[in-house]
């Protein structure tokens, strides 16, 4: 299990990285349409991405933890 939550976490890392970066290509390309669809397609794939570890390991970050219960605090910590 825990070799597919790291798999998981290392594409969202690089998926959120690849948005990053298209953004700021985007900043000073605005208008091109390649660019814009890689981000799109990166955003798309992230948000997937981002929704199958939530059901499978919890919430990424306390603010967004169901608020009918708190399993942020569940996890192991980064050092454990």
Not at 22 to 44: G, I, R
Not at 50 to 76: E, M
Request: hydrophobic share 35%; with cysteine.
């Amino acid at each position: 299990m825990e070799d597919n939550k790291t798999a998981l976490m290392r594409c969202l890392q690089e998926l959120a990285f690849a948005i990053q970066e298209s953004a700021l290509f985007l900043d000073t390309h605005p208008t091109d349409q390649q660019a814009l669809a890689y981000h799109n397609e990166k955003l798309t794939h992230y948000n997937e991405m981002k929704k199958r570890y939530v059901a499978q390991f919890g919430p990424l970050c306390s603010h967004t933890a169901n608020q009918n219960s708190w399993r942020w605090i569940d996890n192991p910590w980064p050092w454990e």
